[in-house]
């Protein structure tokens, strides 16, 4: 019994198998049938897709070559449609199947189908790209990173061109995001603050954390580099803030936005501004993130001497620089608090003394405070401030206060 019933399973699958897939050969036989027009061709191609065949790859393969030997004897715009339509539907194939083999005739299709070419619809080289990401083709990874590069760069106002391009653009970040390399980040980064339609820029954006999850050093490069403009390093900044990067790795890139904000010289007052505006981001986050290297306190330090010494200082940024050391409170943050406090107690002596300083010496005065520091020059200065005649009843109760903050 058992072994009747062995081979009617045998038999159903067989049966199940035979259904599932067709004989290849009549389809081989078809679209290389020498009297087969591109509509036959497609035809065939359309009737594989719908049966939804799994595992062939190498039909696939065999399929795109035929079509490529017969892309040259195109002669209408009709013939052109059609063409277009199957390539699509062998790239697909070939990127459902992981099919590596065809890479070579992938790119070439992408070359063959390439919107520089004014009959290209920009259809078929998009899929064709995906297809490359799709398979990992890891070998033409550089040239799908300088054909996006060359899109980006290259802006387009005709409509009709646009169009097309952005197709090819579509295939090009689909290929990078599948296959993942951290090479791919940077030029999806400046598709996604390109010239590009708005669809086509939130495609990009949503697709960088898909490429790699810590673009920290790559992020870095691009706000370094004096050829992008301030906007795009601030993009470049905020886009670090929005990864699953370690904090380690905003808090490098962070420490290269402050620095950047002031490196970057220009008279152009709305770059002045965006620079302004990563500046005070980047001190906020390294409040939170923490020093990465020494030069985050030299350029905090540049910071609030150059708004604590202005005619129209930003009594924001005071605080923001203030607030940063004195919650990072490491030995450095409190020596620089200990500089401020030290030039204000001098300035308290002698004068001038003004709204400025004692706005100033209320924020320094707590996050003094907060640092928990047993250093005792520190403990020195504050005591000194207490009991001063010349500081005002209320600025020796702000140091009292620090003082007990401190334990003492």
Do not use: C
């Amino acid at each position: 019994m058992k072994r009747i019933l062995s081979i009617v399973v045998l038999t159903i699958a067989g049966m199940t198998l035979f259904a599932q897939t067709p004989n290849m050969d009549f389809f081989r036989s078809e679209l290389n049938r020498p009297q087969a027009t591109h509509a036959d061709r497609l035809a065939t191609l359309e009737t594989l897709r719908d049966l939804e065949v799994t595992g062939i790859g190498d039909f696939y393969h065999e399929a795109l070559r035929t079509l490529l030997s017969v892309e040259p004897n195109i002669t209408s715009i009709n013939e052109r449609d059609v063409m277009d339509r199957s390539i699509i539907i062998v790239a697909q194939g070939l990127g459902q199947e992981a099919y590596l083999e065809a890479a070579a005739d992938l790119w070439q299709a992408v070359l063959t189908f390439d919107v520089i070419r004014d009959t290209s619809q920009g259809l078929a080289m998009q899929e064709a790209l995906s297809a490359l990401g799709q398979i990992g083709a890891q070998e033409y990874l550089p040239h799908i990173i300088q054909r996006l590069n060359d899109f980006n760069a290259l802006a387009q106002s005709d409509l009709e061109t646009r169009r097309r391009h952005q197709r090819g653009v579509v295939g090009a970040i689909n290929a990078l995001t599948a296959l993942g390399e951290p090479e791919g980040f940077r030029p999806v980064f400046f598709a996604a603050n390109g010239w590009y339609d708005s669809s086509i820029r939130a495609m990009a954006s949503t697709a960088l954390p898909n490429i790699v999850e810590d673009p920290g050093e790559i992020i870095a490069e691009i706000i370094r580099d004096p050829s992008i403009t301030p906007p795009i390093k601030y993009e470049a900044w905020r886009e670090m803030l929005r990864t699953r990067a370690p904090d380690e790795s905003k808090a490098m890139v962070a420490s290269v936005a402050l620095a950047t904000s002031w490196n970057y010289m220009t008279p152009n007052v709305a770059w002045q501004t965006i620079l302004n505006d990563m500046r005070m981001s980047a001190i906020d986050n390294i409040r939170v993130l923490g020093v990465h290297d020494e030069s985050v306190y030299t350029n905090l330090a540049r910071t609030y001497t150059s708004q604590a010494t202005s005619n129209t200082p930003n009594y924001d940024m005071i605080t923001r620089v203030i607030n940063a050391l004195g919650t990072v409170a490491t030995d450095e943050a409190v020596d620089l608090l200990m500089q401020f406090l030290q030039q204000l107690h001098d300035r308290r002596q002698v004068g001038p003394w003004g709204q400025r300083e004692r706005a100033i010496l209320q924020t320094i005065l707590p996050a003094l405070g907060n640092t928990g520091s047993q250093n005792m020059d520190l403990r020195m200065l504050l005591t000194t401030i207490e009991r001063a005649s010349y500081y005002t009843g209320a600025e020796q109760g702000w140091a009292r206060n620090a003082l007990r903050a401190l334990g003492y």
